[in-house]
């Protein structure tokens, strides 16, 4: 397993526990901790399951509207939490993340589907995230790379997580060179 898929995985339990017991958003910080203790005490995603988590709620009255726009046969609160939680991570990676690719993002929310929800979860996420996909090309939407938007591990969006979760220590704040290994990044290898 990649590091991001990893960081992606703990991202999908700390946003259910969080849905699934109606906490408070600030909560989360509490939530992400414990979940990186349990399951990953010695895991250092340079702050992308942090950063991951911060960008779905900061756009997540807008993910939402997407998700009941695109799947408007399912009411959001009759989505499973699981199904609902990952169409959140997809939604986010594909629509505000410019540092992943866009089938990344939709290939990556297929397979937290098939791990963690049921039998047709993954054919359920890939026909929301692939019409969401469709609509983007569509308006002309498509997020380009290097487009200076903030993207997870960017210094810009660290600072943002550290106001949601406190400080980071520096070694929690990604250089420019950890795109360029495999298990840190959503990219091809040049």
């Given amino acids: 397993m990649s590091n991001r898929h990893l960081a992606r995985t703990i991202a999908l339990q700390v946003l259910y526990w969080w849905d699934f017991r109606a906490l408070p958003e600030k909560e989360l910080n509490n939530v992400l901790d414990y979940n990186m203790r349990e399951f990953a005490p010695e895991f250092d995603d340079n702050g992308f399951t942090r950063a991951l988590v911060k960008g ?9 509207e997407l998700i009941v726009t ?6 959001l609160d009759k989505i499973t939490p699981v199904d609902r939680n990952v169409l959140r991570i997809g939604i986010y990676e594909l629509k505000y993340s ?3 690719p866009p089938k990344v993002a939709i290939n990556e929310a297929i397979e937290l589907a098939k ?3 049921g039998d047709s979860s993954g054919k359920f996420i890939n026909g929301v995230l692939g019409t969401i996909y469709k609509k983007m090309q569509e308006s002309g939407q498509i997020k380009e790379e290097g487009s200076g938007a903030i993207t997870p591990h960017s ?8 106001g949601m979760f406190g400080t980071m220590s520096t070694s929690d704040t990604p250089d420019a060179a950890t795109d360029e290994h495999d298990e840190n990044s959503d990219r091809p290898q040049s």
Avoid: C, L, T
Avoid at 56 to 64: A, L, P, S
Avoid at 155 to 162: I, K, L, N, T, W
């Fill in 56 to 64: 779905v709620m900061k756009h997540f009255d807008e993910i939402n």
């Fill in 70 to 75: 695109y799947a408007p046969e399912w009411p």
């Fill in 98 to 100: 410019p540092e992943i």
């Fill in 115 to 117: 791990g963690f929800g």
């Fill in 155 to 162: 210094p810009q969006a660290m600072q943002e997580v550290e």
